[in-house]
């Protein structure tokens, strides 16, 4: 047998002892080479290229590093044996001890993660009520996602599957830039939707009352206009009297705050009705000019 053979056989019975060792120890880089590597790549056994030598790994990565780790996981037949005698490393884990002897040095940490961006629209948190009150305004991701995504019906259920997509169902119906990107009103105005009053008998027909309750407001916002048409088109009074709204003029104390609470308006608008954040909708009436009299003229 020739030196070179007896040198080439000694170097993968020491790698093949010292990987036999490993099997069951840590898969880190430097752990994998400091056990089954350093033998031969330490010194340069049979010239394997040292660790952190530059020039030597240099020539074996021209094809690329995919290429060196086919190469190292087939084996050599300078002696290097299959994955340098550690078949208990994959290609990821074989492709990072490596890198690890490449750079000469710990494989650098992975980034961190991309802090969330504070007006990043998040989705629906899993097991979250999907009708609290958005105190902050924030769109809650993607609109009109199907039934098995919403939040509200039960994904597991076969029947989920089988209900209209909304963007399938609010097709051709006016837009809005807010809630849920459907104008509602405009809907019920063009008779795009036709929603049933009562729920056991399909013909009954809403009992509409027109009236326009205006609230005054200080300050230089437009006065409130709260239209009772476009809500008893929707609801029965019962949802709103008396447990929400008193039906007695001056009896209901009314304020933003009691409203981005989830309070008097609060209950509907930010949940299942258009935002609060959408104050012309509401603040829809101007103040009457005031007139400020002047120096008497002879």
């Known amino acids: 047998m020739s030196r070179w053979h007896t040198t080439a056989a000694v170097c993968a019975l020491l790698i093949t002892t010292l990987a036999g060792s490993a099997q069951a120890q840590d898969k880190a880089p430097k752990a ?3 056990t089954s590597c350093s033998g031969c790549h330490a010194s340069g056994v049979l010239n394997a290229p040292k660790f952190g030598d530059a020039a030597a790994w240099a020539a074996r990565t021209k094809a690329g590093l995919p290429a060196l780790v086919k190469s190292a996981a087939a084996g050599t ?8 005698g550690r078949a208990d490393l994959n290609d990821a884990q074989l492709r990072a001890v490596i890198d690890y002897m490449v ?4 494989a650098p940490p992975p980034p961190a993660p991309t802090p969330q961006v504070a007006n990043a629209a998040p989705a ?5 009520e999907v009708n609290a009150f958005n105190r902050l305004l924030k769109p809650l991701g993607r609109v009109n996602r199907p039934a098995v995504e919403s939040g509200i019906h039960d994904p597991s259920n076969d029947m989920t599957l089988q209900l209209q997509p909304p963007s399938v169902a609010f097709n051709g119906l006016p837009r809005s830039m807010a809630g849920n990107h459907i104008d509602w009103v405009k809907s019920l105005d063009s008779k795009g939707i036709n929603p049933r009053w009562d729920r056991n008998d399909p013909t009954a027909a809403a009992v509409v009352m027109d009236l326009n309750i205006v609230r005054e407001v200080k300050g230089s916002m437009p006065d409130v206009v709260y239209p009772h048409k476009q809500h008893t088109e929707w609801l029965d009074c019962s949802n709103c009297h008396p447990a929400i709204f008193l039906p007695q003029k001056g009896a209901n104390q009314i304020s933003m705050a009691s409203i981005l609470l989830g309070q008097k308006c609060g209950v509907c608008h930010g949940k299942v009705a258009f935002p609060v954040s959408e104050c012309r909708l509401c603040h829809s009436r101007k103040k009457a000019t005031a007139t400020v009299a002047g120096p008497a003229r002879p």
């Open 103 to 106: 750079a000469g040095t710990a």
């Open 32 to 34: 994998v080479y400091e």
């Open 124 to 128: 629906p948190a899993s097991g979250a």
């Open 77 to 84: 037949a300078k002696g290097m044996p299959p994955r340098g």
